[in-house]
Every structure is written in C-alpha cells, then in structure tokens.
C-alpha cells in the first residue's frame, strides 16, 4: 500500500497561473480532505468529501475548486493563483465508521511569486 | 464543532513524562478526542483517540475525566524524536462534522 499519495511535491507559480493538485489513495477510503498549512499555524480545511460524487466547503474555500474524480483520487485546483495562496497543501482520507483517523499524504509545498 | 484550546509550547527533559492537556467545555454527546502528531515538513499522524475514561496504545495514554470538557495526552519517557507538533481535536464522525485542527502544542524535548 502507497497509502495517500500527492503530486508535485513542489511547484513555483507566477500570479495568475493555474494548476491542479493531484491527490490519491489506494486504502479504498470513502472521505478525502484537503487541507492547507501555513508557516506557524494548524492545518485549514479547504474542502472535502464525504464519498464518491459529493463535495462540500470547508474553513478557506475562496480561490478553490476540487473533484472526486472517482473513490481514489480527488483533486485541487487553483485557477487563479495568487500569492495568498503560497502554502503546504495536504491531502488526507478517511475509512467509512471511524472518525478522526485520517491519513495524511507527504504534502505539496506551493509558491505562488 | 467544539472549540479546543492547548498550551502553545512545552519542554521537556529526554526521559521524563510529558502530559498535554486541553480543554474542549463545548464538547457534544457524539464527539470523540482525537490526538496527532506532526513532525516538520510531514502531515500529521494519527497517535490515539478515545471517548472516555482512559485509552492507551504503543506510543501514548489518552485520559478523560467524566464530564469529558478536557483530555490530557500522556507521552511516557520522551525522547528527541518526539520534538513535534501536538495537535487536540473533537468531532463525530467523518463527513458529517470535519476535524478542525488548531495550533496544536509544539513539544521540544532537551538531552
């Protein structure tokens, strides 16, 4: 098991530019989470998913959109970067009947110049 | 969802005993405690979560007085791998209620 994989692990955007944050799991978890991390401070919910085919907002949504594209992956995608965006994103998911033992993927450490 | 609030930071000896507490007063029937650890530049990791009473694992105890309006996570015998990032939260299940993480506690051990 790779557990939750994310891709790129860093990346370098001008204002303006946009990109898509791929996340995956292969533990046939239901919920998926996308958070951001900010220097000196906890992780913010920026969306999540409940299950396959829902999508719901979480703390900071602004400037955001995701896809679950199907149980594994769900993605992130900033269509105008701005440099409020700079941030580490993590990507987590969760087993179906347990709460709060999420799995977290290594990260993606964004820069948005 | 129920607020949570921890001590900012802590030191500790290498060896000795560590106890984080934190308070969670609005804490609702269905919410379980739930803590994680988060080293730099890694995403946190699960370490024990309970309901009440008292919980322990391989790695920590977690204990929770009746009226469940706090927790303390008990880390025995530190050592300076456990120089980490200690983060408190409550919340039912997934996909009705996120976890909302805080701060959390930055735990430096000392040799």
């Known amino acids: 098991n790779a557990g939750v994989t994310q891709t790129p692990k860093f990346q370098v955007l001008k204002t303006g530019q946009s990109m898509t944050l791929q996340c995956a799991q292969d533990?046939?978890?239901?919920?998926m989470y996308w958070y951001r991390q900010d220097p000196g401070m906890g992780l913010r919910l920026i969306y999540y998913?409940?299950?396959?085919?829902?999508?719901d907002k979480g703390e900071v949504p602004n400037g955001y959109n995701v896809s679950r594209l199907n149980k594994r992956e769900f993605s992130l995608r900033l269509e105008s970067a701005a440099p409020s965006q700079t941030s580490v994103y993590f990507c987590?998911?969760?087993?179906?009947?347990?709460?709060?033992?999420?799995?977290f993927g290594p990260g993606t450490r964004l820069t948005v110049t | 969802l129920a607020k949570t609030t921890q001590p900012i930071s802590m030191d500790s000896y290498e060896g000795q005993e560590v106890n984080i507490t934190c308070s969670h007063n609005n804490i609702a029937t269905n919410d379980y405690i739930t803590w994680y650890q988060q080293f730099p530049s890694q995403g946190p990791r699960f370490i024990i979560q309970g309901y009440k009473t008292k919980v322990t694992n391989e790695v920590a105890s977690l204990f929770i007085p009746a009226d469940r309006k706090s927790s303390t996570l008990s880390l025995p015998r530190v050592s300076l791998s456990d120089t980490a990032v200690y983060y408190c939260?409550?919340?039912?299940?997934?996909?009705?209620?996120?976890?909302?993480f805080g701060k959390g506690t930055r735990l430096s051990v000392i040799a």
């Open positions: 987590a998911s969760t087993p179906r009947g347990l709460m709060g033992e999420q799995y």
């Open positions: 533990m046939n978890h239901n919920s």
């Open positions: 998913s409940a299950s396959e085919g829902t999508t």
């Open positions: 939260l409550v919340g039912d299940r997934p996909g009705n209620t996120p976890l909302v």
